[in-house]
Nanobody, 117 residues
Framework: QVQLVESGGGLVQPGGSLRLSCVAS????????MGWYRRAPGNQRELVAT???????KYGDSVKGRFSISRDNPKNTMYLQMNNLKPEDTAVYYC???????????WGQGTQVTVST
């Protein structure tokens, strides 16, 4: 079974940084597309960033220039480096993956990020 486990969320002040991690199991990690989505209370789920099997990256407009997605295939781990955090970044952040053949999507349980004074 596919399992995605996020970590690294927490409370941070505006302007601060956090690094999220997602450890995947049950997939051939290196050939799966990966990414991060987030959902704030009362909001739609929003794309944060994706990184393909070929290391192509995409970012949501609201995080461009501040966040950086990466992956470490030998560790089956994906990261999201979040810098210059803003209160608007407060959300539950979800790890996401998509299979290369089935195109089936899987989601982690999420990790809370709160940006507040």
């Amino acid at each position: 079974q596919v399992q995605l486990v996020e970590s690294g969320g927490g409370l941070v002040q505006p302007g601060g940084s956090l690094r999220l991690s997602c450890v995947a199991s049950g997939i051939s990690f290196s050939i799966y597309d990966m990414g991060w989505y987030r959902r704030a209370p009362g909001n739609q789920r929003e794309l944060v960033a994706t990184i393909s099997r070929g290391d192509n990256t995409k970012y949501g407009d609201s995080v461009k220039g501040r966040f950086s997605i990466s992956r470490d295939n030998p560790k089956n781990t994906m990261y999201l480096q979040m810098n210059n955090l803003k209160p608007e970044d407060t959300a539950v952040y979800y790890c996401w993956t998509r299979g290369p053949v089935s195109r089936r999507e899987n989601w982690g349980q999420g990790t809370q990020v709160t940006v507040s004074t």
